[in-house]
Nanobody
Framework: QVQLVESGGGLVQTGGSLRLSCAASGTIFRLPMAWFRQAPGHKRELVADITSDGKTNYADSVKGRFTISRENAKNLVYLQMNSLKPEDTAVYYC?????????WGQGTQVTVSS
């Protein structure tokens, strides 16, 4: 069983930065982890993911601006978001996969003002 808690969201101006954190209750060092986001009226979409050994993948819309990372010893996953745009406004969710089971956090709101 894995419980995930996101933090770090907030209101920021266009061009600003935020760092989201995802804290896991259990050990995550073997788990692939990811950040998703969902804007009002839109489907939840993958933002970035990271394998247990640190390989990363990004949505085209955030490449070059966002960085996903992990600290396995602390059971933490981060999403550094730079050069934020109004279209990045969404609830951001952390997800971990253990075997065939997905675990999700409750989400953290990110709002980018123009």
């Amino acid at each position: 069983q894995v419980q995930l808690v996101e933090s770090g969201g907030g209101l920021v101006q266009t061009g600003g930065s935020l760092r989201l954190s995802c804290a896991a209750s259990g050990t995550i060092f073997r788990l692939p982890m990811a950040w998703f986001r969902q804007a009002p009226g839109h489907k939840r979409e993958l933002v970035a993911d990271i394998t247990s050994d640190g390989k990363t993948n990004y949505a085209d819309s955030v490449k070059g601006r966002f960085t996903i990372s992990r600290e396995n010893a602390k059971n933490l996953v981060y999403l550094q978001m730079n050069s934020l745009k109004p279209e990045d406004t969404a609830v951001y969710y952390c997800r971990g996969v253990l075997s065939t089971t997905e675990y999700w956090g409750q989400g953290t709101q990110v709002t980018v003002s123009s």
